[in-house]
């Protein structure tokens, strides 16, 4: 674990910090590992792209509807117990993948339901990792929060690679043992949860009512932010590969490593470093630097005759993304310091709605331009734009609220 996460915390407090960033390994694989898959699906169950696409909703629609009763389950039970129960959801889902397709009549019936199974640790999982740590008696919260989600891009790098690694070795054939392999991670860290610290969040009277929460201006500025955040962040990752494919001819495996992989590299890295280096005074100047970088790579990509430029500009977007959704958890805590639970809730739900909304955009206006993905990427350019207008509104309402 990085010392900017641990070095000002009491050595017990560090093993909280470092099961929640071992659960977003676990949230990476559960958004990574299938989509690994999905042509071994294809061959062995012979299912067709719209079923494997209808996975991919499930998946996103299970974590959105666990992301707007996460809140309640946690205030009602502790956060200890919802983050247990996530870790066993998700390695029932992640094994369920190998068994339920041989158990079920159906073997598409039985990957819709391990999907659903591990889609809702996954949204379990992502409402509670950040109140968690942020819960936590450390200095530099905002370090120790964009530390935390760099784990999750190291995931999903660790998920891509050593998969490819174990297919390259004992062949696709035997793809059920790693799905089983993997199904362990999530168990062995739900009995590390079990006996870390864990600190509660704010008493019920200091929190404030959902009423008041939606009420505030502020909060739609931040759920603006991590729709923003989703978008720009999904819309080029889950596209990259296919358009690595397209534009470079590559093989599957170089295309998986050039594009998604790449790009969870440079967003990984660019958490790790505002971790490791960053100012929590100059976040925002940081977020809008970000936001102006992602939608400029996004207008190269879709405006570039160059294949290698437009690849390069979809990994660049990956360092650009990096800061958006940990940022935005971040000022989050500090605009709204009362909104509890339910604000990193509503939030995570945002951010969801936004990671299955920019793949979903760019996706149908490439097919309106003949599958065309850089029109796709050229709208994606909004995204970006808004994330800085937003930014540029906070920075003048906090402005205007400060004493003079």
Known sequence: MPASLTHTARPAVSHTVRASSIGYIVQSMVNTFAPLLFVT?????????????????????????????????????GYRPCVITAHCLSAAGIGGLALFPELLPDPFAGLVLAVAIYGAGGG??????TPIVQACPI???DKAISMLHSFYCWGSVLVIVLSTLFFRLAGMSHWRVLAGLWAILPLANAVYFAIVPMYDPPAPAER??????????????????????GSCEMAIAQWVSHFAEEGLHVSKTVGDLAGPCLFAVLKGA????????????????????????CAGCYLVVGLSHSPVLALAACTVAGFSTGVMWPGTFTTASQVLPRGGTALFGLLALAGDLGCGAGPAITGAISA???????AGFLFGTVFGVLMVIGLLVLKFRTNRRRPK
């Open 368 to 374: 309106h331009f003949g599958d065309n993905l850089q």
């Open 270 to 293: 660019e958490r790790t470093w505002y971790g490791k280096r960053g100012n929590a005074a100059h976040l925002w100047a940081f977020m809008l630097f970000c936001a102006a970088l």
């Open 139 to 141: 200095e530099r919260k």
């Open 124 to 129: 379990l999982t992502e409402v509670l990792l």
């Open 41 to 77: 699906f294809q061959t062995a169950y012979h299912i067709s792209l719209s079923q494997l696409s209808l996975l991919i909703a499930v998946n996103f629609s299970a974590q959105i509807v666990l992301d707007l009763f996460a809140s309640a389950f946690a205030d009602r039970l």
């Open 208 to 229: 404030m009512r959902l009423r008041e929460l939606t009420g505030s201006a502020m909060f739609w500025l931040l759920i603006l932010f991590m729709f923003c955040a």
